[in-house]
Protein backbone atom coordinates (compact mmCIF):
# COMPACT_ATOMS: atom_id res chain seq x y z
CA UNK A 1 0.00 0.00 0.00
CA UNK A 2 1.03 3.97 0.32
CA UNK A 3 0.60 5.86 2.55
CA UNK A 4 2.41 9.50 3.21
CA UNK A 5 4.27 10.03 6.03
CA UNK A 6 5.24 13.90 7.74
CA UNK A 7 8.73 13.31 8.98
CA UNK A 8 11.20 15.73 11.39
CA UNK A 9 13.71 18.24 9.98
CA UNK A 10 15.53 19.68 12.26
CA UNK A 11 14.88 23.45 12.37
CA UNK A 12 12.73 23.12 9.20
CA UNK A 13 8.96 22.31 8.47
CA UNK A 14 8.06 18.14 8.43
CA UNK A 15 8.97 16.66 5.47
CA UNK A 16 5.58 14.66 3.39
CA UNK A 17 6.52 11.58 2.22
CA UNK A 18 4.96 9.34 0.10
CA UNK A 19 6.02 5.73 0.81
CA UNK A 20 5.39 2.09 -0.27
CA UNK A 21 4.38 -0.35 2.44
CA UNK A 22 3.53 -3.67 2.65
CA UNK A 23 -0.23 -4.44 3.47
CA UNK A 24 -1.12 -4.63 7.69
CA UNK A 25 -3.11 -7.23 8.58
CA UNK A 26 -5.88 -5.98 11.69
CA UNK A 27 -4.80 -7.38 15.20
CA UNK A 28 -7.17 -8.55 17.81
CA UNK A 29 -10.18 -5.97 17.96
CA UNK A 30 -8.88 -3.93 15.39
CA UNK A 31 -10.28 -3.28 11.55
CA UNK A 32 -8.74 -2.38 8.28
CA UNK A 33 -10.47 0.84 6.60
CA UNK A 34 -9.72 1.20 3.12
CA UNK A 35 -9.53 4.68 3.27
CA UNK A 36 -11.49 7.15 0.05
CA UNK A 37 -11.17 10.20 1.09
CA UNK A 38 -9.59 12.53 3.77
CA UNK A 39 -10.02 16.15 4.05
CA UNK A 40 -7.52 18.82 5.85
CA UNK A 41 -7.64 21.43 9.25
CA UNK A 42 -5.71 23.97 9.74
CA UNK A 43 -4.36 21.87 12.59
CA UNK A 44 -2.57 19.88 9.97
CA UNK A 45 -0.46 22.49 8.91
CA UNK A 46 0.65 23.13 12.85
CA UNK A 47 1.41 19.58 12.78
CA UNK A 48 3.54 19.87 9.72
CA UNK A 49 5.04 22.97 11.33
CA UNK A 50 5.94 21.13 14.68
CA UNK A 51 3.72 23.42 16.53
CA UNK A 52 0.18 21.21 17.39
CA UNK A 53 -0.67 20.32 21.34
CA UNK A 54 -0.86 16.75 20.30
CA UNK A 55 1.69 16.24 17.79
CA UNK A 56 4.53 13.35 18.21
CA UNK A 57 8.00 14.03 16.89
CA UNK A 58 8.56 10.81 15.21
CA UNK A 59 7.07 10.25 11.62
CA UNK A 60 3.90 9.55 11.25
CA UNK A 61 0.57 9.15 8.94
CA UNK A 62 -1.01 13.20 8.71
CA UNK A 63 -4.48 14.18 8.48
CA UNK A 64 -7.11 13.31 11.23
CA UNK A 65 -10.12 13.13 9.18
CA UNK A 66 -10.74 10.27 6.83
CA UNK A 67 -13.63 8.20 5.25
CA UNK A 68 -13.91 4.64 3.67
CA UNK A 69 -14.54 0.64 3.77
CA UNK A 70 -14.02 -1.54 6.08
CA UNK A 71 -11.72 -4.76 4.22
CA UNK A 72 -11.09 -6.86 6.91
CA UNK A 73 -12.10 -8.14 10.83
CA UNK A 74 -9.29 -8.58 13.43
CA UNK A 75 -10.17 -11.46 16.13
CA UNK A 76 -12.91 -10.87 18.49
CA UNK A 77 -14.66 -7.39 16.35
CA UNK A 78 -18.75 -8.19 16.53
CA UNK A 79 -19.91 -4.72 15.60
CA UNK A 80 -18.81 -4.20 11.76
CA UNK A 81 -18.96 -5.96 9.47
CA UNK A 82 -16.60 -5.98 5.74
CA UNK A 83 -18.33 -3.33 3.24
CA UNK A 84 -19.64 -1.25 5.88
CA UNK A 85 -18.77 2.23 5.26
CA UNK A 86 -17.07 4.33 8.01
CA UNK A 87 -15.54 7.49 9.28
CA UNK A 88 -12.44 7.39 11.96
CA UNK A 89 -12.83 9.66 15.27
CA UNK A 90 -10.43 12.17 15.78
CA UNK A 91 -8.96 10.95 19.39
CA UNK A 92 -8.79 7.40 18.64
CA UNK A 93 -9.82 6.70 22.46
CA UNK A 94 -12.00 8.89 23.88
CA UNK A 95 -15.40 7.27 23.31
CA UNK A 96 -17.61 9.22 25.76
CA UNK A 97 -17.37 11.62 28.93
CA UNK A 98 -15.54 14.18 30.18
CA UNK A 99 -11.95 15.07 28.32
CA UNK A 100 -9.30 13.22 29.53
CA UNK A 101 -5.52 14.74 28.95
CA UNK A 102 -4.35 11.35 28.14
CA UNK A 103 -6.86 11.60 24.89
CA UNK A 104 -3.88 13.49 23.36
CA UNK A 105 -1.99 10.77 23.54
CA UNK A 106 -4.00 9.22 20.67
CA UNK A 107 -5.30 12.37 18.67
CA UNK A 108 -4.58 11.03 14.89
CA UNK A 109 -2.48 12.45 12.29
CA UNK A 110 -0.49 13.73 15.45
CA UNK A 111 0.58 11.87 18.63
CA UNK A 112 -0.67 8.49 16.36
CA UNK A 113 -0.87 7.59 12.85
CA UNK A 114 -3.63 9.61 10.60
CA UNK A 115 -5.79 8.68 7.83
CA UNK A 116 -3.51 9.68 4.86
CA UNK A 117 -2.73 6.17 3.65
CA UNK A 118 -4.58 4.05 1.03
CA UNK A 119 -5.38 1.48 4.16
CA UNK A 120 -5.47 2.39 7.75
CA UNK A 121 -5.71 0.07 10.87
CA UNK A 122 -8.10 0.73 13.64
CA UNK A 123 -9.38 0.00 16.77
CA UNK A 124 -13.13 -1.12 16.46
CA UNK A 125 -14.30 1.35 18.74
CA UNK A 126 -12.50 4.25 17.18
CA UNK A 127 -15.02 3.95 13.73
CA UNK A 128 -18.48 5.33 12.88
CA UNK A 129 -20.82 4.46 10.74
CA UNK A 130 -21.52 7.12 7.87
CA UNK A 131 -24.66 8.66 6.81
CA UNK A 132 -25.86 6.54 3.83
CA UNK A 133 -26.71 10.73 2.52
CA UNK A 134 -23.17 11.12 1.93
CA UNK A 135 -20.19 10.30 -0.01
CA UNK A 136 -16.60 9.08 1.18
CA UNK A 137 -15.54 12.59 0.74
CA UNK A 138 -18.25 14.25 2.36
CA UNK A 139 -18.33 12.03 5.36
CA UNK A 140 -14.25 12.26 5.93
CA UNK A 141 -14.87 16.13 6.45
CA UNK A 142 -16.77 15.72 9.42
CA UNK A 143 -14.34 14.34 12.56
CA UNK A 144 -13.02 17.30 13.54
CA UNK A 145 -14.45 20.65 11.86
CA UNK A 146 -18.11 19.48 11.86
CA UNK A 147 -17.67 17.91 15.55
CA UNK A 148 -15.80 20.79 16.93
CA UNK A 149 -18.38 22.97 15.65
CA UNK A 150 -21.26 20.71 16.79
CA UNK A 151 -19.67 20.38 19.99
CA UNK A 152 -19.39 23.97 20.53
CA UNK A 153 -23.02 24.99 20.12
CA UNK A 154 -24.98 21.47 21.20
CA UNK A 155 -22.95 19.78 23.48
CA UNK A 156 -21.32 22.26 25.93
CA UNK A 157 -23.43 23.58 28.23
CA UNK A 158 -26.63 23.52 26.64
CA UNK A 159 -27.34 22.97 23.27
CA UNK A 160 -28.22 26.20 21.07
CA UNK A 161 -31.93 27.12 20.46
CA UNK A 162 -34.13 28.87 18.11
CA UNK A 163 -34.09 32.63 18.09
CA UNK A 164 -30.59 33.17 19.66
CA UNK A 165 -27.95 34.63 17.96
CA UNK A 166 -24.42 33.30 16.55
CA UNK A 167 -21.58 34.76 15.08
CA UNK A 168 -19.17 32.72 12.99
CA UNK A 169 -15.38 34.03 12.35
CA UNK A 170 -14.55 33.11 8.90
CA UNK A 171 -15.60 30.44 6.15
CA UNK A 172 -13.30 28.07 6.76
CA UNK A 173 -14.21 24.49 8.02
CA UNK A 174 -15.68 24.99 11.25
CA UNK A 175 -17.10 28.32 10.84
CA UNK A 176 -19.05 26.58 7.76
CA UNK A 177 -20.37 23.81 9.42
CA UNK A 178 -21.43 26.04 12.90
CA UNK A 179 -23.56 27.97 10.40
CA UNK A 180 -24.88 24.92 8.71
CA UNK A 181 -25.77 23.64 12.11
CA UNK A 182 -26.99 26.97 14.05
CA UNK A 183 -29.39 27.90 10.95
CA UNK A 184 -31.05 23.75 10.98
CA UNK A 185 -31.21 24.81 15.21
CA UNK A 186 -33.29 28.13 14.06
CA UNK A 187 -30.55 30.16 15.07
CA UNK A 188 -29.61 33.55 13.45
CA UNK A 189 -26.04 33.87 12.32
CA UNK A 190 -23.76 36.53 11.35
CA UNK A 191 -20.49 35.79 9.44
CA UNK A 192 -17.57 37.83 9.03
CA UNK A 193 -15.06 37.40 5.87
CA UNK A 194 -12.47 39.59 3.64
CA UNK A 195 -13.82 38.27 0.81
CA UNK A 196 -17.64 39.09 -0.54
CA UNK A 197 -17.33 36.65 -2.83
CA UNK A 198 -17.10 34.46 0.45
CA UNK A 199 -19.63 36.19 2.00
CA UNK A 200 -22.36 35.88 -0.99
CA UNK A 201 -21.82 32.21 -0.54
CA UNK A 202 -22.25 32.50 3.25
CA UNK A 203 -25.82 34.45 2.43
CA UNK A 204 -26.89 31.75 0.22
CA UNK A 205 -25.92 28.71 2.81
CA UNK A 206 -28.48 31.09 5.17
CA UNK A 207 -26.45 33.52 6.82
CA UNK A 208 -28.55 36.29 8.11
CA UNK A 209 -26.02 38.87 8.24
CA UNK A 210 -22.60 39.20 7.02
CA UNK A 211 -19.46 41.64 8.13
CA UNK A 212 -16.73 42.37 5.31
CA UNK A 213 -13.99 42.81 8.67
CA UNK A 214 -11.32 44.63 6.15
CA UNK A 215 -13.60 47.03 5.39
CA UNK A 216 -15.50 47.06 9.39
CA UNK A 217 -12.30 46.80 11.08
CA UNK A 218 -13.94 47.55 14.27
CA UNK A 219 -16.68 44.11 13.34
CA UNK A 220 -17.34 43.89 17.42
CA UNK A 221 -19.20 47.54 17.05
CA UNK A 222 -21.07 46.08 13.86
CA UNK A 223 -22.08 42.97 15.71
CA UNK A 224 -23.59 44.63 18.44
CA UNK A 225 -25.43 47.49 16.22
CA UNK A 226 -27.04 44.17 14.18
CA UNK A 227 -27.96 42.58 16.97
CA UNK A 228 -30.07 45.62 18.40
CA UNK A 229 -27.20 46.39 21.49
CA UNK A 230 -27.47 42.77 22.36
CA UNK A 231 -24.57 41.10 21.22
CA UNK A 232 -24.33 37.49 20.17
CA UNK A 233 -25.10 34.36 21.91
CA UNK A 234 -22.57 32.28 20.93
CA UNK A 235 -19.36 33.10 19.01
CA UNK A 236 -17.50 30.60 17.30
CA UNK A 237 -13.66 31.90 17.67
CA UNK A 238 -11.24 30.27 15.58
CA UNK A 239 -8.82 33.47 15.32
CA UNK A 240 -6.99 33.30 18.66
CA UNK A 241 -5.17 36.42 20.01
CA UNK A 242 -5.96 38.79 17.60
CA UNK A 243 -9.58 38.23 17.27
CA UNK A 244 -10.34 37.27 20.88
CA UNK A 245 -10.97 40.67 22.28
CA UNK A 246 -13.62 41.58 19.56
CA UNK A 247 -15.14 38.34 20.48
CA UNK A 248 -15.33 39.24 23.74
CA UNK A 249 -16.81 42.78 23.08
CA UNK A 250 -19.58 40.60 20.41
CA UNK A 251 -20.68 38.23 23.19
CA UNK A 252 -24.03 38.97 24.38
CA UNK A 253 -24.54 38.71 28.45
CA UNK A 254 -24.73 35.20 29.38
CA UNK A 255 -23.12 33.72 26.51
CA UNK A 256 -20.78 31.72 25.21
CA UNK A 257 -17.62 32.58 23.52
CA UNK A 258 -16.14 29.20 22.13
CA UNK A 259 -12.38 29.33 21.80
CA UNK A 260 -11.50 26.88 18.81
CA UNK A 261 -8.81 27.93 16.72
CA UNK A 262 -5.41 30.28 16.76
CA UNK A 263 -5.48 31.01 13.43
CA UNK A 264 -4.12 34.24 14.28
CA UNK A 265 -0.99 32.78 16.28
CA UNK A 266 -0.14 31.72 20.03
CA UNK A 267 1.34 34.84 21.35
CA UNK A 268 -0.23 36.00 24.35
CA UNK A 269 -4.07 37.76 24.02
CA UNK A 270 -4.43 41.45 24.72
CA UNK A 271 -7.77 40.81 25.77
CA UNK A 272 -9.45 42.54 29.02
CA UNK A 273 -10.64 39.00 30.46
CA UNK A 274 -13.18 41.31 32.97
CA UNK A 275 -15.08 41.72 30.10
CA UNK A 276 -16.53 38.01 30.64
CA UNK A 277 -17.25 39.24 34.01
CA UNK A 278 -19.39 42.22 33.61
CA UNK A 279 -21.68 40.10 31.25
CA UNK A 280 -21.35 37.20 33.13
CA UNK A 281 -20.41 35.17 29.78
CA UNK A 282 -19.05 31.97 29.76
CA UNK A 283 -15.03 30.75 27.55
CA UNK A 284 -15.26 27.51 26.72
CA UNK A 285 -12.21 25.70 24.94
CA UNK A 286 -13.23 23.08 22.71
CA UNK A 287 -11.05 20.70 21.13
CA UNK A 288 -13.16 18.10 18.58
CA UNK A 289 -15.57 15.84 20.80
CA UNK A 290 -16.00 12.38 21.12
CA UNK A 291 -17.69 9.56 19.56
CA UNK A 292 -20.64 10.19 21.38
CA UNK A 293 -20.39 13.59 20.27
CA UNK A 294 -20.17 12.51 16.45
CA UNK A 295 -22.92 9.71 16.69
CA UNK A 296 -25.21 12.17 17.75
CA UNK A 297 -23.83 14.72 15.80
CA UNK A 298 -24.80 12.81 12.38
CA UNK A 299 -28.41 11.91 13.42
CA UNK A 300 -28.62 15.80 13.82
CA UNK A 301 -27.25 15.97 10.00
CA UNK A 302 -29.39 13.53 8.75
CA UNK A 303 -32.51 14.83 10.05
CA UNK A 304 -31.88 18.16 8.81
CA UNK A 305 -30.45 17.06 5.43
CA UNK A 306 -26.97 19.04 6.28
CA UNK A 307 -24.33 18.46 3.61
CA UNK A 308 -20.79 19.71 4.16
CA UNK A 309 -19.38 21.89 1.76
CA UNK A 310 -16.46 21.19 -0.02
CA UNK A 311 -14.01 23.77 -2.11
CA UNK A 312 -11.41 22.12 -3.42
CA UNK A 313 -10.76 18.11 -3.86
CA UNK A 314 -7.13 16.70 -4.73
CA UNK A 315 -6.08 13.71 -6.33
CA UNK A 316 -3.78 11.54 -3.44
CA UNK A 317 -0.68 11.64 -5.39
CA UNK A 318 -1.35 15.57 -5.40
CA UNK A 319 -1.79 15.79 -1.47
CA UNK A 320 1.35 18.59 -1.28
CA UNK A 321 -1.30 20.83 -3.47
CA UNK A 322 -3.93 20.14 -1.06
CA UNK A 323 -1.65 21.50 2.13
CA UNK A 324 -0.67 24.78 -0.19
CA UNK A 325 -4.24 25.45 -0.74
CA UNK A 326 -5.15 25.32 2.48
CA UNK A 327 -1.83 27.20 3.95
CA UNK A 328 -3.05 30.17 1.05
CA UNK A 329 -6.54 30.45 2.72
CA UNK A 330 -9.01 31.02 -0.15
CA UNK A 331 -11.11 28.16 0.75
CA UNK A 332 -15.13 28.29 1.97
CA UNK A 333 -15.73 25.58 4.18
CA UNK A 334 -13.58 22.34 3.25
CA UNK A 335 -10.33 20.59 1.10
CA UNK A 336 -10.57 16.52 0.39
CA UNK A 337 -8.08 14.63 -0.95
CA UNK A 338 -9.49 11.90 -3.22
CA UNK A 339 -8.14 8.43 -2.00
Not at 259 to 283: C, H, Q
Not at 303 to 327: K, M, T
Amino acid sequence: MHQYLLEPRTGEPFALVLRDLPDPSPGPGEVLVKIHAASLNYRDLLVRAGRSASGGSDPVVPLSDGAGEIIALGEGVADWKIGDRVALTFFRDWISGPFQMAWHGAARGGSCDGVLSEIVTAPAHSLVAIPSTMDFAEAATLPCAALTAWHALMERGRPLTAGETVLCLGTGGVSIFALQIAKAAGAKVIVTSSSHEKLARARALGADETIHYLETPEWDREVWRLTGQRGADRVVEVGGPGTIERSLNSVAAGGVVSLIGVLTGFEPTPATLFTLVKKNASLDGIYVGNRGMFVRMIAFFEQHAIRPVIDGRFSFDDAPAAYAALEGAGHFGKIVVDL
